[in-house]
Nanobody, 126 residues
Framework: QVQVVESGGGLVQAGGSLRLSCAAS????????MGWFRQAPGKEREFVAH????????DYADSVKGRFTISRENAKNTVYLQMNTMKPEDTAVYYC???????????????????WGQGTQVTVSS
């Protein structure tokens, strides 16, 4: 069973930056897409970004494109989300999750991912 642990959240002013980390267990980490999602109070969980197992393919939600960067370090079983030029609307709990099958692009739908962690709170003040 895969386990993921998110970290790096906190309080930041608008225009600032944060880097989130997601540590995952499992010897086949490098074969799975990894996704970042977020959920604001009263809203559904939404896709932020994902990255292929080898890091060669990425996808971003329009709302974060050009401001956020997803990357991974397979030797450390870790995926990152660098968030720059942050806005108050980025405030949410951020989650990471692996895709369900090796090498398969799970797309942007949260239900296609599995093994959610507890998330990390990100708050952007105006």
């Amino acid at each position: 069973q895969v386990q993921v642990v998110e970290s790096g959240g906190g309080l930041v002013q608008a225009g600032g930056s944060l880097r989130l980390s997601c540590a995952a267990s499992g010897r086949t980490f490098s074969t799975y897409y990894m996704g970042w999602f977020r959920q604001a109070p009263g809203k559904e969980r939404e896709f932020v970004a994902h990255i292929s197992g080898d890091g060669g393919r990425t996808d971003y939600a329009d709302s974060v494109k050009g401001r956020f960067t997803i990357s991974r370090e397979n030797a450390k079983n870790t995926v990152y989300l660098q968030m720059n030029t942050m806005k108050p609307e980025d405030t949410a709990v951020y989650y990471c999750a692996p895709g369900p099958y090796p090498y398969v692009d799970p797309g942007r739908i949260p239900e296609e991912y599995g093994y959610w962690g507890q998330g990390t709170q990100v708050t952007v003040s105006s």
